[in-house]
Nanobody
Framework: QGALVESGGGLVQPGGSLRLSCAASGLMLGVNIRAWYRQAPGKQRELVASITTGGSTNYGDSVKGRFTISRDNAKNTVYLQMNNLKPEDTAVYYC??????????WGQGTQVTVSS
């Protein structure tokens, strides 16, 4: 059974940057989409960014132009580079892997707080 572990969250001032990492371990067959979601207090979980095995990316409207998703296949890791952070980016960020077999893997989440 596979597992995802996020890291890189923390407290940052508005306008600052953070890079989140999601390391995958164990057996995950047929992964076709790797994604980052976030959930702020009192709000629904929303898609931040996703990347397919073919390299196609998709971003939520609120982060376009500021966030970049990437992956390192050799390290089985996906990253989220977040620039020009805003207070409204404050949330718990979750890594998600989807497979062609309709399996859905989630990490435990990492807190990102943007505040002066």
């Amino acid at each position: 059974q596979g597992a995802l572990v996020e890291s890189g969250g923390g407290l940052v001032q508005p306008g600052g940057s953070l890079r989140l990492s999601c390391a995958a371990s164990g057996l995950m067959l047929g992964v076709n989409i790797r994604a980052w979601y976030r959930q702020a207090p009192g709000k629904q979980r929303e898609l931040v960014a996703s990347i397919t095995t073919g390299g196609s990316t998709n971003y939520g409207d609120s982060v376009k132009g500021r966030f970049t998703i990437s992956r390192d296949n050799a390290k089985n890791t996906v990253y989220l580079q977040m620039n020009n952070l805003k207070p409204e980016d404050t949330a718990v960020y979750y890594c998600n892997y989807k497979t062609v077999y309709s399996n859905n893997y989630w990490g435990q989440g990492t807190q990102v707080t943007v505040s002066s």
